[in-house]
């Protein structure tokens, strides 16, 4: 049982590169999110997926795509990266309708230059 | 503007001692609260958790308190212990959306042997 997984860990972009962070969970769990962790800014919601086939944005949405492949897994996309996207990046998942713990993987740091 | 703020970036305690981590909120509309607990290059792990029925939850060695109308809450673990140390996120949501939380930017606790 992995729980949370990401992929890759590190990842260093060029500005304008693409890129694609992946999650999976094998929790069976309904809900997805991504947030991104900034110094002194604490973790804030990109996007989520509250069930399969649905995804909404979060806080900080801007410069983001996501795609919910399905049950497992969901995916972050940059289509063109900027400085300002430099942070590290968090998957989770929850179980859904009233349990509110969410399970974290382990992140993605990434560096945009 | 963040509706949830942790005013302490970090704090010291001596093993066996009591820690006090403190989180306030703006939103008076939030009434489900979490803290999660994270170790350097892993996810959030969750902790504990209160309603705003409540005043007071206890688990174990953690006790989160509520104070509705100071809009502040607070995470007391008794006794500290070096495995403690960690960055401690409150996190906050209105109740009818679990699938957003709001942060802290996170405590940073140090248990000294």
């Known amino acids: 049982n992995a729980g949370v997984t990401q992929t890759p860990k590190f990842q260093v972009l060029k500005t304008g590169q693409s890129m694609t962070l992946q999650c999976a969970q094998d929790?069976?769990?309904?809900?997805m999110y991504w947030y991104r962790q900034d110094p002194g800014m604490g973790l804030r919601l990109i996007y989520y997926?509250?069930?399969?086939?649905?995804?909404d944005k979060g806080e900080v949405p801007n410069g983001y795509n996501v795609s919910r492949l399905n049950k497992r897994e969901f995916s972050l996309r940059l289509e063109s990266a900027a400085p300002s996207q430099t942070s590290v990046y968090f998957c989770?998942?929850?179980?859904?309708?009233?349990?509110?713990?969410?399970?974290f993987g382990p992140g993605t740091r990434l560096t945009v230059l | 503007d963040q509706q949830v703020k942790q005013n302490s970036p970090s704090l010291s305690v001596q093993e066996g001692r009591i820690s006090i981590l403190n989180c306030d909120y703006t939103?008076?509309?939030?009434?489900?609260f979490l803290w999660y607990k994270k170790y350097p290059a892993e996810g959030p792990t969750f902790l504990i958790s209160?309603?705003?029925?409540?005043d007071k939850n206890e688990d174990g060695r953690f006790t989160v308190f509520l104070n509705k109308s100071a809009k502040h809450l607070s995470l007391h673990i008794v006794p500290s212990q070096p495995g403690d140390s960690a960055v401690y996120f409150c996190?906050?949501?209105?109740?009818?959306?679990?699938?957003?939380?709001?942060f802290g930017s996170g405590t940073k606790l140090n248990v000294k042997p």
């Open positions: 989770a998942s929850r179980e859904g309708s009233l349990l509110v713990e969410q399970f």
């Open positions: 929790m069976n769990h309904n809900s």
């Open positions: 997926s509250a069930s399969e086939g649905t995804t």
């Open positions: 939103n008076s509309m939030f009434d489900y």
């Open positions: 209160i309603s705003s029925i409540k």
């Open positions: 996190a906050a949501s209105d109740g009818n959306n679990f699938n957003k939380f709001y």
